[in-house]
Each structure stands twice: as structure tokens, then as C-alpha cells.
């Protein structure tokens, strides 16, 4: 499976981007997914996810400004981020993977810049 993240760019703090992840055909609903970012230096971490049954699931600290969504039909995942502050400002990664296995077993893509400026 080929993952490709685009939406990312440079904003104001405040701002709004909203990130979207393709992939080559496969029934994405059958799987967990979910976006990950990577900040300078530090660790990367998960931000939002669905698991196989479609339940999502949002880090605290981006809860109430950022909103996960799918398209089955599209195959794409979306990522809505409002409210941006400068510490959103990372390394954005979409990835798919099995139920029951860890994210980095799964599919990734390259990763789109996020950039948030006060």
C-alpha cells in the first residue's frame, strides 16, 4: 500500500489546514489508520486515529480543534486542524495498518510540513 499526505504548508497561529492521505486501491475500512506527527527532535506521536470498526480517537492535545474523517469510497483520510498554534508545527504522517499490530508495521507515508507561525 502507497500512502501520500498533501495539505500541509505554512500558516499563522490560528489558522486552519486540512491534510489529506491517498492510497492505491484497498479497502481502507478493514484497517486502523490514523495520523502521526513529528515535531524537530522530538518523538513522533499518534494525533488521531480510526481503528478497523471505524471508532476514532483524538489525543488530548489536539482534542476540539483538530476532527479525523474518512472517505471509503475516495480510499482517503483527512486530517481538519483549526485553531493552529505554533506547537502543532511538525512533520505530518498518515498510516495504515492491522488490527491487533503496532502502527509502524503498517504503511506510511512521507509525510507533509506543517508550519505554524505566532
Known amino acids: 500500500v502507497q500512502l501520500m499526505e498533501s495539505g500541509g504548508g505554512s500558516v499563522q497561529a490560528g489558522g486552519s489546514l486540512r491534510l489529506s492521505c491517498g492510497g492505491s486501491?484497498?479497502?481502507?475500512?478493514?484497517?486502523?489508520m490514523g495520523w502521526f506527527r513529528q515535531a524537530a527532535g522530538q518523538a513522533r506521536e499518534r494525533v488521531a486515529s480510526?481503528?478497523?470498526?471505524?471508532?476514532?480517537s483524538v489525543m488530548h492535545f489536539v482534542k476540539g480543534r483538530f476532527t479525523i474523517t474518512k472517505d471509503n469510497e475516495k480510499n482517503t483520510l483527512y486530517l481538519q486542524m483549526d485553531s493552529l498554534t505554533p506547537g502543532d508545527t511538525a512533520l505530518y504522517y498518515c498510516a495504515v495498518w492491522d488490527p491487533y499490530k503496532p502502527p509502524s508495521s503498517g504503511s506510511w507515508g512521507p509525510g507533509t510540513q506543517v508550519i505554524v507561525s505566532s
Open positions: 486501491a484497498m479497502p481502507i475500512h478493514s484497517r486502523n
Open positions: 480510526f481503528d478497523n470498526n471505524g471508532r476514532a
